[in-house]
């Protein structure tokens, strides 16, 4: 079992601290085995531990809502009244006012871990009731470089290929053939879809979020409005307003299915909140909608590249200079760069596309490109990184 010290290490100096450790993500990310972990080092220094799955039917059948739960973990916690005790909640969502009974639970003598698998962990009833007295970490699919270290483990080779088709998520890897491999993906995009949606938001015109789903989902790496999915949609002759195309985004971002940064604007000095760049969670949502059999490599890479630079901890935005775009400015610890994504520009209406932006900015912030070329294209005012080496790094 990879242990994910990256997150891991954010999360330990928190293991006392009575604020309560909220750990978010997409479903099958690998929250549980973060969890796990935690748990482990916590039982290795001889510590009263207390774990409930919800997604368990013995634990979810038992414990529906708040005063359930309380009634439980005090009932617990009174065997050993003088220790303090380590309280792991997995998926809680499911529990009803779940959010009260963390409030309460937080009054007693011990450290509280939830996970949950929507960003209404962190809604604004949620911050308001508990302001100040949580801390929340978010777990994405595995990066490449976790990759590695996993395909050890399993004692098998992946390419950087097949990372740019089939993604991160950690289960998937413990499939070998592509049948397999396939059908695990698309049964957890159903669930995703389905039972965290569809179901748990009452969906009634479920063609038309479907439809929004797999448009969106197979244009990653775009820049995206509200007005021009609606448009789409129009012109498959499917009838949605603008407000429910939004609130459509808006259950996707909050099942963690995609994310979105916004623009920068060299002429307005500021963010475009109308327009946004959208991508994926895990680049495999893209691929099991390619029905021709051919992947979608080029806004593939340009997702990793993104995904990467968020494990990196970057904050990112797209930099507009005139009329053209570069693909991320990426900003950290102060320091700012600039960086264009391309799965090849040996071609030279490629090559021309690419570095076109980067003469119309000054070089005070470093310009990086990052392609899948094996040549380097490097110049005196641009680093070119190969794409298997940029998955390398551990930051710019």
């Known amino acids: 079992m990879l242990i994910r010290e990256k997150y891991i290490k954010q999360i330990r100096p928190f293991y006392d601290s009575d604020l309560i450790k909220v750990i978010t993500g997409i479903r099958r990310c690998g929250k549980s085995v ?18 409930l799955n919800f997604e368990k039917r013995d634990v979810y059948s038992k414990i529906t809502n708040d005063n359930d739960l309380v009634d439980y973990i005090e009932s617990q916690i009174k065997k050993k009244p003088k220790s303090k005790w380590y309280v792991f909640l997995d998926e809680i969502q499911t529990v ?6 963390c409030k309460s639970l937080r009054l007693e003598n011990l450290s509280l871990f939830i996970t949950g698998s929507n960003s209404k962990l962190l809604s604004k009833e949620f911050t308001k009731e508990l302001s100040g007295r949580y801390v929340s970490f978010t777990i994405r699919p595995f990066v490449y470089k976790e990759i590695l270290e996993y395909s050890k483990e399993l004692k098998r080779k992946i390419s950087v290929n097949d990372y740019l ?25 159903q669930t ?57 985004l808006g259950y996707l971002e909050e099942a963690y299915v995609i994310r979105k940064i916004p623009q920068y604007s060299t002429k307005a000095k500021k963010k475009l909140d109308f327009y946004a760049k ?20 080029t806004h593939n890479l340009e997702n990793v590249v993104y995904n990467e630079l968020v494990f990196m901890g970057y904050e990112l935005s797209v930099y507009n200079v005139g009329d053209k775009e570069i693909d991320f ?68």
């Open 34 to 51: 973060v969890l796990e972990q935690i748990k482990d080092e916590i039982l290795a220094k001889k510590k009263p531990v207390i774990h």
């Open 96 to 101: 009803k006012n779940w959010n009260l009974a």
């Open 165 to 189: 088709v089939y993604g991160g998520f950690p289960k998937r890897f413990e499939f070998s053939d592509t049948d397999s491999l396939l059908r695990y993906l698309d049964d957890l995009d």
């Open 192 to 248: 995703i879809v389905l039972n965290d949606i569809i179901n748990r938001y009452k969906i009634r015109k479920d063609e038309i979020f479907r439809k929004l789903v797999d448009f969106v989902l197979v244009s990653n790496a775009r820049i995206f409005s509200s007005n021009s999915i609606h448009n789409y949609l129009k012109s498959q002759k499917t009838e949605c307003s603008i407000n429910t195309v939004m609130k459509y």
């Open 278 to 297: 959208l991508y994926n969670e895990d680049v495999a949502f893209n691929s099991i909608r390619q029905t021709n059999g051919r992947f979608d490599l």
């Open 329 to 396: 400015l990426a900003a950290k610890d102060g320091k700012e760069f600039l960086i264009q994504v391309a799965y090849s520009v040996a071609e030279e209406p490629a090559y021309e596309r690419e570095f076109a932006p980067f003469n119309l900015v000054d070089n005070a912030r470093k310009k990086i490109l990052i392609t899948n070329d094996e040549n380097d294209f490097s110049t005196s005012t641009v680093v070119h990184l190969k794409l298997k080496d940029f998955l390398l790094m551990e930051e710019l």
